[in-house]
């Protein structure tokens, strides 16, 4: 018996027993004696054409497994006597056996270690997603059709504020969106699963902690032979993005100095009194001119000038409270927007009532400062917004030109007294 090892295309012994005179003979076969694994049985070498057997009359080469395709060790058996064909083609049939069982064996745990791998990756992917989608806000969530079941990842559930893996259902956490989130999305979910197609939305939910957050819901819907059976998708906490977003408005669309609308704001208002469609048309329009304020600017300084507009917003502002806008559209100069509620009549007394407002002594830093307002009132009667504007102009002069500290309401081709 011997044991030789296959390197750079030769073989060597590497351990033997038995008679050594059988080590010419196995030195003398192949280095691949034993191509990709399959054993090698010479019943008898004296019938093997061009054998120089020598003492050995019986030869088998068993490659011993080792986990690859064409093992490096491979098994020698020797023995001066020969055996019948039927014995031989038993041993082949045996080492065939066993070397495939140790290839299936092989291929098994290959198998296992390649499972084992992509399980892995598949974890480590998870992972990393989770990891991701903690930094972004953003959870995965399913709903099964069939009985309104849902799934979340950790993401959803943080945003809710609710304990990880915790049960969840449907109509609970339909009860965590306001009222009007809650329509919002219903309407939208509803045409998705009609359509069979997506749809996204942004709503505000009360989480578990009473915290008022807004999340930007996606979902796809699937379907199989035309009906929907799942929505599948993403939520993502918002809530900054909106804060950030609310606060750019309001100082796009704010004086910073008075906290009223800015002459933006007011001119956006203003144009949609050409819209048919508008649910809050416009009724009319005040324009408010600050008189005796460039003397107190020019006496008093800039800080107190400044003092006498934020006091004469305020007071503008208590006036006009069921006003749909009040605006500083200049330095002195202030415009009131009026909705369709309030008739003709109560918004000339509303002009009247600014006057007297605005005309009240300001007690600034122990000094009293006579501060007036003069007021032009426009009623919108059609035409476009331009038009309007150049009406209440209009009457804001008459109201100047009557000695200030006054009202005037436009009316074509005479101005009342």
């Given at each position: 018996m011997a044991i030789t090892r296959r390197r750079d295309g030769a073989s060597q012994i590497i351990d033997s027993s038995g008679n050594p005179a059988h080590l010419a003979f196995v030195i003398a076969q192949p280095a691949d004696a034993c191509p990709f694994g399959a054993p090698r049985v010479i019943a008898d070498t004296a019938r093997c054409p061009g054998a120089s057997?020598?003492?050995t009359r019986f030869y088998a080469a068993i490659p011993m497994p080792d986990g690859t395709d064409n093992p490096a060790l491979t098994l020698h058996l020797c023995d001066s006597r020969p055996r019948g064909p039927a014995m031989a083609h038993r041993l082949e049939a045996m080492a065939i056996e066993v070397t495939s069982?140790?290839?299936?064996g092989r291929m098994l745990r290959e198998r296992t270690q390649e499972r084992d791998r992509h399980a892995a990756e598949l974890r480590a992917q998870i992972e990393r997603f989770e990891r991701a989608s903690e930094t972004a806000s953003i959870g995965i969530w399913e709903c099964d059709l069939s009985d309104e079941s849902l799934t979340w990842t950790a993401g959803v559930y943080d945003i809710f504020e609710i304990p990880r893996g915790a049960s969840i259902d449907r109509d609970s956490t339909l009860q965590r969106y306001t009222a009007e989130s809650r329509a919002a999305m219903a309407a939208a979910r509803a045409r998705a699963i009609e359509d069979c197609s997506d749809f996204s939305v942004e709503v505000e939910i009360i989480t578990a902690q009473g915290r008022r957050r807004w999340m930007r819901i996606t979902g796809t819907v699937e379907a199989r032979d035309g009906k929907a059976v799942?929505?599948?998708?993403?939520?993502?906490d918002i809530t900054e993005q909106r804060l950030l977003a609310d606060r750019t408005r309001y100082l796009a669309e704010t004086d910073v100095m008075t906290g009223l609308a800015n002459r933006s704001r007011f001119q956006a208002r203003l144009d949609q009194v050409q819209d048919r469609h508008e649910p809050r048309p416009i009724?009319?329009?005040l324009l408010v001119d600050l008189d005796g304020f460039k003397q107190i600017?020019?006496?008093h300084g800039h800080a107190l000038g400044d003092q006498c507009l934020i006091e004469a917003a305020r007071r503008l502002g208590a006036c006009c409270g069921g006003a749909e806008l009040v605006?500083?559209?200049?330095?002195?100069?202030?415009?009131?927007?009026?909705?369709p509620d309030?008739?003709?009549?109560?918004?000339?007394?509303l002009a009247a009532q600014i006057?007297?407002?605005?005309?009240?002594?300001?007690?600034?830093?122990?000094?009293?400062l006579a501060l007036g307002a003069s007021v032009g009132v426009a009623h919108c009667s059609g035409g476009s917004s331009a038009e309007l504007f150049r009406r209440a102009d209009t009457a804001l002069y008459a109201a100047k030109a009557a000695g200030r500290n006054t009202s005037r309401v436009f009316v074509p081709r005479a101005l009342s007294a």
């Open positions: 057997r020598g003492l069982r140790a290839a299936i799942r929505i599948f998708g993403m939520k993502q009724a009319a329009l600017n020019d006496s605006a500083r559209i200049g330095g002195d100069e202030f415009a009131v927007l009026i909705g309030m008739p003709a009549h109560a918004v000339e007394a006057v007297d407002c605005i005309g009240q002594a300001f007690v600034c830093d122990g000094q009293s």
